[in-house]
């Protein structure tokens, strides 16, 4: 830990992984030369009170719109509850759990000026999932929707080491967080953290095996608004964002929260958003940035008729691979070119980007100023543009696990694996393929399940799929979709056949999928993305069955 940390209780620095096993950061734009002393929700909140943006719209809600000092007087009361009534003291982590609304971004600035640490939890949570993450954080204290109580107060009984929780957005009643409020003088005497003071311990959507907590500092939070927010996206203080990632996913973290602040912008934020609601949301509030997932927006495409969304400028994908036919389509319907992005939670945010006239459509994109990425083979040598190898990226952010043996997976050799088989091209343009352990190989050929999905979904009647490799005896894996048809379209022999030939026609005949088998709903995490692995497991247990 730096000798100016502002951490009593120094849990979180004592769980960082070894020097040794850190990816290498680099902070070489002058941009990112942040003070020793530094708290980023002072950064983003009072300094832009400070600066006479007090007045202007912060955060939209349905109940109503708050201002920049709206947010800061709520912020500090709950500071106050945290410190002088929870007793939190710096260092402590606190729980955050409830769906994208005002008090949950007032929540999580109370925590980040008491110079705690913040755990913010997605609101589907189940009581042993919350179980898991207050156990692995040392949780002391959590801030929790009324509305998402019972599953808090079973986390509770299983793992005591939460000793309190004060509930916001309910009934009220004297020990509702809005009481502890009302009762505290506005104002709150920050905590002067230091830029390395870990801030935020953010759990992995996890798709396999046990969350891992990812750590950040006070730093690394303005570190993602100074690079993708500011060079790629280039918000202005008029921008009206909006979107759906929850706040716990660092994706609608920075989307939905840190991006407009830093710049001034407003913040649409709706609870469940959509594809219906939040085109509804950006027509009531003439939005102007949009970031959501890449099935969002296929999905916003049959919707768009009779609505004025002619107030959107930009839109942001990221969390899956966007498919070409869905970028196209896009533009074709609203004019807009959507900005493709990679980034993860162990990254914080998108590392890889492209928008305007930099988009090569169908690829992620070139490092984002302050990041540099390259593709490694198996023994960690740069391959060549042009051959499919390991994503490897560095840059102001890197991965940094709470007390996990997962940390020498992620990093190796200063650099962060993001888990993703990419290509690039002899302009340093990056193409995602498939996550590495997503790759199919079947008689021998490597197939890339994204490709032969992008050929499905160029197919009028297709509405999502995913595909896999399946176990064959045989070929050892066959190429597998599970394809989830148009409202109206039959599903029968003859349109599995007809998607074959498709397939055929648009790749290598080789990559087509040998079966398909027709879906209501793919399976899904909580931040969208598909799991492929239960697809996998699903074909493994009718193998079993078979045999
Ligand atoms: C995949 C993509 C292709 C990729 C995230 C933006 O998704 C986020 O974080 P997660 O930890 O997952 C990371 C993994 O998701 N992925 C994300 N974006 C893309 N694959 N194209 C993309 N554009 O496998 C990556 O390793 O859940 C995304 C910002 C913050 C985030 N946490």
């Known amino acids: 830990m730096s000798a100016g940390s502002a951490h009593v209780d120094t849990f979180a620095h004592?769980?960082?992984?070894?020097?040794d096993q850190w990816p290498v950061m680099n902070f070489d734009l002058p941009e990112l030369r942040y003070p020793e002393r530094l708290n980023c929700g002072v950064e983003l909140l009072d300094r832009m009170v400070g600066q006479g943006h007090g007045d202007r719209p912060c955060i939209i809600a349905p109940g109503g719109t708050w201002t920049y000092s709206d947010l800061k007087d709520?912020?500090?009361?709950?500071?106050?509850?945290?410190?002088?009534?929870?007793?939190?003291?710096?260092?402590?982590?606190?729980?955050?759990?409830?769906?994208?609304?005002?008090?949950?971004?007032?929540?999580?600035?109370?925590?980040?000026?008491?110079?705690?640490?913040?755990?913010?939890?997605?609101?589907?949570?189940?009581?042993?999932?919350?179980?898991?993450?207050?156990?692995?954080a040392q949780v002391t204290v959590a801030l929790c929707d009324a509305r998402l109580a019972d599953e808090m107060e079973a986390a509770r009984r299983r793992a005591p080491v939460i000793g309190r929780i004060a509930y916001f957005n309910g009934e009220?009643?004297?020990?509702?967080?809005?009481?502890?409020?009302?009762?505290?003088?506005?104002?709150?005497?920050?905590v002067d953290t230091a830029a390395d003071d870990i801030c935020m311990i953010a759990f992995t959507s996890g798709t396999t095996g046990t969350p891992k907590g990812t750590m950040h500092v006070h730093r690394d939070v303005l570190a993602i608004c100074d690079t993708f927010s500011r060079?790629?996206?280039?918000?202005?203080?008029?921008?009206?964002?909006?979107?759906?990632?929850?706040?716990?996913?660092?994706?609608?973290?920075?989307?939905?929260v840190t991006f407009p602040l830093r710049v001034g912008a407003a913040t649409l934020l709706l609870e469940k958003a959509t594809p219906d609601a939040l085109l509804?949301?950006?027509?009531?509030?003439?939005?102007?940035?949009?970031?959501?997932?890449p099935t969002a927006y296929r999905a916003m495409l049959g919707l768009l008729k009779d609505r004025d969304i002619s107030s959107l400028r930009k839109c942001v994908s990221a969390g899956e691979a966007l498919p070409l036919p869905t970028w196209q389509a896009f533009r074709e319907a609203t004019g807009i070119e959507i900005i493709d992005g990679i980034g993860s939670t162990e990254m914080l945010h998108i590392f890889i980007s492209a928008s305007g006239s930099d988009i090569r459509p169908g690829s992620t994109g070139r490092p984002v100023p302050g990041y540099e990425a390259c593709v490694l083979d198996e023994e960690g040598r740069p391959v060549p543009p042009g051959t499919v190898g390991r994503l490897a990226v560095r840059g102001p952010t890197g991965c940094r696990y709470l007390a996990d043996d997962r940390q020498r997976n992620y990093v190796q050799g200063g650099w962060n694996l993001t888990?993703?088989?990419?290509?690039?091209?002899?302009?340093?343009?990056?193409?995602?393929?498939?996550?590495?352990?997503?790759?199919?190989?079947?008689?021998?050929?490597?197939?890339?399940?994204?490709?032969?999905?992008?050929?499905?979904?160029?197919?009028?009647?297709?509405?999502?799929?995913?595909?896999?490799?399946?176990?064959?005896?045989?070929r050892g894996q066959i190429v597998k979709a599970f394809v989830v048809l148009k409202p109206g379209v039959e599903a029968d022999t003859a349109k599995a056949k007809a998607l074959q030939d498709f397939v055929k026609q648009e790749?290598?005949?080789?990559?087509?999928?040998?079966?398909?088998?027709?879906?209501?709903?793919?399976?899904?995490?909580?931040?969208?993305?598909?799991?492929?692995?239960?697809?996998?497991?699903?074909?493994?247990?009718?193998l079993e069955e078979a045999k």
Not at 14 to 19: A, E, K, S, T, V
Not at 280 to 293: E, K, L, P, Q, Y
Request: proline share 8%.
């Open 14 to 19: 004592d769980n960082l992984p070894p020097r």
């Open 280 to 293: 509804d949301g950006i027509a009531a509030h003439r939005a102007t940035v949009c970031f959501t997932a």
């Open 231 to 256: 060079h790629v996206l280039k918000p202005q203080p008029d921008d009206v964002f909006c979107g759906s990632p929850p706040l716990a996913f660092t994706f609608g973290l920075g989307g939905l």
């Open 507 to 542: 790749i290598a005949p080789y990559k087509y999928p040998r079966a398909i088998e027709f879906v209501e709903a793919l399976p899904r995490t909580e931040s969208g993305k598909v799991q492929r692995f239960r697809l996998r497991e699903m074909e493994r247990g009718r």
């Open 419 to 474: 888990g993703d088989a990419y290509k690039m091209d002899e302009d340093g343009y990056f193409w995602y393929q498939a996550r590495t352990d997503d790759m199919i190989v079947s008689s021998g050929y490597n197939i890339a399940g994204p490709e032969v999905e992008r050929a499905l979904l160029a197919h009028a009647d297709v509405a999502e799929c995913a595909v896999i490799g399946a176990p064959d005896p045989e």
């Open 172 to 190: 009220g009643g004297p020990e509702s967080l809005e009481a502890r409020m009302a009762a505290k003088p506005g104002g709150f005497a920050n």
């Open 74 to 136: 709520r912020a500090d009361r709950i500071a106050r509850v945290l410190t002088e009534d929870l007793g939190v003291v710096p260092g402590n982590r606190v729980l955050l759990r409830a769906a994208n609304n005002p008090m949950m971004v007032a929540c999580w600035f109370a925590v980040m000026k008491a110079g705690a640490v913040a755990v913010p939890t997605m609101p589907l949570l189940r009581a042993g999932e919350l179980t898991v993450v207050a156990e692995k």
